[in-house]
Structure formats: C-alpha cells, structure tokens
T-cell receptor, first 115, second 111 residues
Framework: GAVVSQHPSRVICKSGTSVKIECRSL??????MFWYRQFPKQSLMLMAT?????????EQGVEKDKFLINHASLTLSTLTVTSAHPEDSSFYIC???????????FGNGTRLTVT | QQPVQSPQAVILREGEDAVINCSSS?????VHWYRQKHGEAPVFLMI?????EQKGHEKISASFNEKKQQSSLYLTASQLSYSGTYFC????????????FGGGTRLMVKP
C-alpha cells in the first residue's frame, strides 16, 4: 500500500515554456504533500508544503510565482514550473502523507531538462 | 534549517556495523529516516517522536536525544542491500510540517 505516482518521469522543454508535474496518492488520502528538488548527489531540498484546499507554504528563496502548486484534492497535487529556464533543470520529487508525523511516501520523481 | 549528517560517506564490508548521526541547531519535534538507492525514490525506514524514544526494525535501529537535538541510525551486521544514501528529516513543529532533510550519508556495503 501507500503508493505515490508522479508523472511525467522525464520531460524536456524549451526555455520560456511551462511544465506541469502531477503527484497522486493512489491508495490513500494525503492531507499534506511536499515538493522537493534534488540536485545530483545532493539532498532533498524542500520547496513547499501543500495542504489540501489551502495555499501552499513555500520555503524561503522559492519563487511562488514561478513554482505554482495546487492541491485540489486529497489525492492530487500539481507543481507547475512557469517560464522555465535552463537553471530550473533538476530532479523534482513529491511526497505525500496521511497525517502529521506519519511516514512520507515518495513519488519516483521527475527529471526536468530545460533547453 | 537543514540538519547536519555525519559521516558524509562510509564504506563497509558485509557484516560490519555503522552509525549515522543527524544533528540540528534547533529544537526537534520528530526525526524521520529514509534510504534512497540510486535512481529510485527514498524509502521510509522509521520515525522517532519527541520523548527520546528508540525504535528498531530487524538490524536497523535508531535513537532520538531531544536534549542534544540529535538522532542516530544504527546499522548492524550490514547486508549488501543496505547500500544507498541515508537521509534524516526533521520537522520544525509538532505536526510534522516543514520536513527538511540532511545532506545525506552514502553507505556502500561491499562483499
């Protein structure tokens, strides 16, 4: 149980375009979803915390208008990278949990390449 | 603020033990431990809550010292499957929000 599906797994886009990444909890309802960015051989950097039905809480230094997060239902959160630039190229990974202090269940990540 | 993990990397022979430490300069409410293999999603190992508890699962256990704001992960009689990068995650409130991860510890177990 506790499967999180993240789509797409890989995406290549041109500079200036927008990309949407979906994160779905398949067999449980996730009150909270987290979005992370991971650089090669580095840690998971928290970008934002997303609670169903409310605005996401962004970490310091993360541009809200660039990384749009929507958590419309208890099973779906989306991250939209707007006006993507090459420096946005990275591995984005989402996680979901049922409630506070319960385990995080991670998606398999999305490799974004902006050309 | 990101917790600090040590060591950054460790190489073991199968059957040897290892300890991975995670410390924070701020008060901790809970500590999570995850293992990530190359190209895969992190996998949950355990959560420790405020109260100084120690949890274990087979040959992997962990402790949480809230006074020292530290947690340690103990790997005993390591197996090849233990190889991967271990991350500790700490939350800044008692609801487990704003979970931030340490820099990771790369563990390689050799035959």
């Amino acid at each position: 149980g506790a499967v999180v599906s993240q789509h797409p797994s890989r995406v290549i886009c041109k500079s200036g375009t927008s990309v949407k990444i979906e994160c779905r909890s398949l067999d449980f309802q996730a009150t909270t979803m987290f979005w992370y960015r991971q650089f090669p051989k580095q840690s998971l950097m928290l970008m934002a915390t997303s609670n169903e039905g409310s605005k996401a809480t962004y970490e310091q230094g993360v541009e809200k208008d660039k990384f749009l997060i929507n958590h419309a239902s208890l099973t779906l959160s989306t991250l939209t990278v707007t006006s993507a630039h090459p420096e946005d190229s990275s591995f984005y990974i989402c996680s979901a949990r049922v409630q506070g202090n319960s385990p995080l269940h991670f998606g398999n990540g999305t490799r974004l390449t902006v050309t | 603020q990101q917790p600090v993990q040590s060591p950054q990397a460790v190489i073991l022979r199968e059957g040897e033990d290892a300890v991975i430490n995670c410390s924070s300069s701020k008060a901790l409410y809970s500590v999570h431990w995850y293992r990530q293999k190359h190209g895969e999603a992190p996998v949950f190992l355990m959560i420790l809550l405020k109260g100084g508890e120690q949890k274990g699962h087979e040959k992997i256990s962990a402790s949480f010292n809230e006074k020292k704001q530290q947690s340690s992960l103990y790997l005993t009689a390591s197996q090849l499957s233990y190889s991967g990068t271990y991350f500790c995650g700490t939350s800044r409130d008692n609801a487990g929000n704003m979970l931030t991860f340490g820099g990771g510890t790369r563990l390689m177990v050799k035959p």
